[in-house]
């Protein structure tokens, strides 16, 4: 008997990550500071969950159950709840509202920020390490730590604030966007596959195909948002990329030109699954959701 659609099931798996991670962070220890309220702050916060909605989706797409993917899991949503953190300080894109709510710095200060940030980077390395097998803790580990430094996430912010006040051409903004955004969410389809050293190099080139393109077209979307959206509908505020003259693909090329290059990256990202045998539908329902967005 074929199990539920994907999508059917999502919403258990939100679930899912949701208490991993809330079981995990009130374990802190009570040090007398703010720092652990101030991590629990920044994650347990309503995030959508996306990045480790497509760990759960590309392992199983892999033929893995999700109690081997808890922890990747959960280590890619504490990377990305440490990176909104620190992207969110004055020093970077001086962001006061963030799913919602009052960014980190705001609600408890810069200082405390910049600890929580940096300690939900190392407590995702120290529950990958946890929670895998030893061989594939450190493959897993490679694939985050390239996502987060100078060719990944790091990288891309140096170039979002360098090309500030910028007209940077097509390919130089694309390039910031695979690092910037692109890499962690590359970081999420791929985690599952250190579980799956066995996987043809043709699978994981269509894993890493689908994963670029997906990527690439999120942060086009989230262009678009920045522009188009209500603060009140994505949780943040709108328009702070054109007060910072951000480059950004709407105003550089249109917003016309943007919906046209999400098309093109929706199509090449559908392209790439079916390079990929088995099931794959999780991965399609993702794409869509990342690339078509309201929020």
Not at 83 to 92: E, G, I, K, T
Not at 138 to 147: F, G, I, N
Request: proline content about 5%; overall charge negative; hydrophobic content about 40%.
């Amino acid at each position: 008997m074929s199990s539920p659609p994907f999508s059917a099931r999502a919403n258990a798996l939100v679930q899912r990550i949701e208490h991993w991670l809330e079981h995990r962070l009130s374990a802190l220890p009570d040090d007398r500071t703010r720092l652990p309220e101030a991590m629990r702050y920044a994650t347990l916060n309503g995030g959508k969950r996306l990045r480790p909605l497509l760990v759960y989706a590309s392992g199983e797409a892999l033929g893995l159950t999700p109690d081997r993917l808890d922890g990747a899991a959960a280590a890619v949503e504490l990377i990305h709840c440490y990176s909104l953190v620190h992207d969110d300080l004055p020093a970077m894109d001086d962001d006061s509202l963030r799913r919602g709510q009052p960014t980190t710095h705001i609600a408890f200060d810069e200082a405390t920020a910049i600890l929580a940030g940096d300690a939900l980077q190392a407590l995702a390395f120290e529950v990958l390490a946890e929670t895998s097998e030893p061989a594939a803790a450190c493959r897993m580990s490679l694939e985050l730590t390239r996502a987060c430094g100078a060719a990944g996430m790091a990288g891309g912010q140096a170039l979002d604030l360098q090309f500030e006040r910028q007209q940077p051409e097509r390919a130089a903004i694309e390039s910031m966007y695979a690092k910037k955004t692109g890499a962690l969410i590359h970081a999420a389809v791929m985690l599952p596959a250190a579980l799956r050293p066995d996987l043809p190099d043709d699978h994981r080139r269509a894993l890493s195909d689908f994963a670029h393109a997906a990527g690439l077209g999120f942060q086009i979307r989230d262009d678009l948002l920045e522009i188009e959206g209500d603060t009140q509908v994505i949780g943040k505020s709108s328009h702070s990329d054109q007060v910072r003259q951000k480059a950004s693909w709407p105003a550089l090329f249109g917003a016309g030109e943007a919906r046209a290059r999400i098309d093109e990256l929706t199509l090449e990202s559908r392209h790439a699954l079916e390079r990929l045998p088995g099931d794959h539908d999780g991965l399609c329902w993702l794409a869509e959701r990342l690339l078509r967005r309201q929020h």
